[in-house]
Structure formats: C-alpha cells, structure tokens
Nanobody, 119 residues
Framework: QVQLVESGGGLVQPGGSLRLSCAAS????????MAWYRQAPGKQRELIAI???????NYADSVKGRFTISRVNAKNTVYLQMNSLKPEDTADYYC?????????????WGQGTQVTVSS
C-alpha cells in the first residue's frame, strides 16, 4: 500500500503565495507520475499540474505561469508552488501518484489540503 500526505494549505490574501507538499511512502518501486488536482465547492475535481518521470510537466491554463510543480525523486515528494493567488483558486487540493509497487501499477490519492484565498 502507498500513502500520500499533503501539507501546506491555509488562508492567504489575493496576490499571495503558498507552497504545497505531498510525500509518498509505502510499497513504492517506481513513481511514474505525480500530480495536483483541486476541487472547488460545487465543482468537479480538475487536474491542474502534473510531472512525469523524465521531468516533463504540464499545467492547466487556469494556473499556467502562476503555479510550478516540482518533484524530489529521492524523497518521493512533489511540491506545488502557487504564486499570484486569486480568490478563484480557493479549493481543496489533492495530490495523486501513479505508482508501480513491484507488482502492479495503481493510482493513489492524498487526503487533501484546503486553500482559501480571501482578503
């Protein structure tokens, strides 16, 4: 089994910054990709940033140029640096990882961390 633990959420004023972290642990042979999703109240969960083995990254248009995803492979940890935050960035943020455990490849999720952008 694999566990993902997010941290770093909170309340921030518009224009501010936050850095989210997500650490994976457990039966990990290889992590193929790690990603951040978010779900605002009343809306569907959306993919906002992903990093794939080899260093490729991709972003949703809504966060491109403001958010940066990065990964430290030795720590099985992914970060999301969020700058120039807007009220519409308010949501629950979830980390996801596509992991090969040595037997199978499965997708795992963290419990989520809340981000509120408000003055």
């Amino acid at each position: 089994q694999v566990q993902l633990v997010e941290s770093g959420g909170g309340l921030v004023q518009p224009g501010g910054s936050l850095r989210l972290s997500c650490a994976a642990s457990g039966s990990i042979s290889r992590i193929n990709s790690m990603a951040w999703y978010r779900q605002a109240p009343g809306k569907q969960r959306e993919l906002i940033a992903i990093t794939i083995s080899g260093g490729n990254t991709n972003y949703a248009d809504s966060v491109k140029g403001r958010f940066t995803i990065s990964r430290v492979n030795a720590k099985n940890t992914v970060y999301l640096q969020m700058n120039s935050l807007k009220p519409e960035d308010t949501a629950d943020y979830y980390c996801s990882a596509d992991v090969f455990t040595g037997w199978v490849t499965s997708n795992f999720w963290g419990q989520g961390t809340q981000v509120t952008v408000s003055s």
